[in-house]
Structure formats: C-alpha cells, structure tokens
C-alpha cells in the first residue's frame, strides 16, 4: 500500500461537476494506491501512521488537531515507468480487491477518531488543494 500525504489548508474532489468531498481547513489530503499484496492489517497500520504522523503545524498530528482527512484512491501511484513511454499498471491491483482496502482504510481512520472525507472509487475525479508548506511525503505499508 503507498500513499501520498499531503498537508493541506483545504482540499475537495470534484465528480461530474459535483464536489463529493471536501476539508475547509488545515488537515491532509491522501491519495492512495493498493497493490496485489496488500491487506486490511496493512491498511489499518498505514491509516494509524498517517493519523498520528507529526507533520502539521508546530510537530502536531492529525490527532493532535482532530485534523479532517481527504483520502483518494489513486490506482497510479503503482505505475511502472522503467521501460518505454508508456506505464505499465500492472501492480496495481484490479478494482475489486483495491476498492474494499480503499474502504477499509477510510474506515481505519474514522475508528481512530479522523472525520474523513472521500473521493469516487474508479471515478475520474477532479481534486483541487492548496498545499500548505509545501509538506508532501510518500509512505508505504
């Protein structure tokens, strides 16, 4: 599982004109990819680092601050760019076994206290955000 964390003063995903998920205010922004080995262990794990990490203002965490989270899934995060131009998908894994980790990630975080806000699995989404730093870290479980 790999994520793309991202501090952020505010973030929404946009679907078909509609905003379907949306934090006002400082909190994080996660997109993230599953791939073939993945587990609902390892997204429980990921969920709590990233809910604890000390990435917000002043060393605080997004528990610290009860922070919303925005989390996308984002199949492109497992693109294979060694050979050609054009990327290889193939581990990522296939939408019915990315979709229910997807899920049990939100859910891992919402368990742990976080409001969470979310994207359209296998929806092409438009996702806006205002980067606060920059802060931006990739973690893998």
Same mark, same amino acid.
């Given at each position: 599982?790999?994520?793309?964390?991202?501090?952020?003063?505010?973030?929404?995903?946009?679907?078909? *004109?509609?905003?379907? *998920?949306?934090?006002? *205010?400082?909190?994080?922004?996660?997109?993230?990819?599953?791939?073939?080995?993945?587990?609902?262990?390892?997204?429980?794990?990921?969920?709590?680092?990233?809910?604890?990490?000390?990435?917000?203002?002043?060393?605080?965490?997004?528990?610290?601050?009860?922070?919303?989270?925005?989390?996308?899934?984002?199949?492109?995060?497992?693109?294979?760019?060694?050979? *050609?131009?054009?990327?290889?998908?193939?581990?990522?894994?296939?939408?019915?076994?990315?979709?229910?980790?997807?899920?049990?990630?939100?859910?891992?975080?919402?368990?742990?206290?976080?409001?969470?806000?979310?994207?359209?699995?296998?929806?092409?989404?438009?996702?806006?955000?205002?980067?606060?730093?920059?802060?931006?870290?990739?973690?893998?479980?």
């Amino acid at each position: 599982m790999r994520a793309v964390v991202q501090r952020v003063s505010q973030a929404s995903v946009t679907v078909d *004109g509609t905003v379907v *998920g949306a934090i006002d *205010g400082p909190g994080l922004l996660v997109l993230l990819g599953v791939t073939h080995d993945d587990t609902s262990e390892k997204a429980a794990a990921l969920a709590a680092k990233i809910w604890t990490l000390r990435i917000l203002h002043d060393e605080r965490s997004a528990a610290d601050e009860q922070a919303p989270i925005l989390a996308v899934s984002q199949f492109t995060l497992y693109a294979d760019t060694r050979k *050609g131009r054009r990327p290889s998908w193939s581990a990522a894994a296939p939408g019915p076994v990315s979709e229910p980790l997807y899920n049990s990630f939100c859910t891992a975080l919402e368990n742990l206290g976080a409001k969470v806000e979310r994207g359209v699995f296998g929806a092409h989404m438009d996702v806006a955000l205002v980067n606060d730093g920059p802060v931006t870290l990739i973690l893998e479980a």
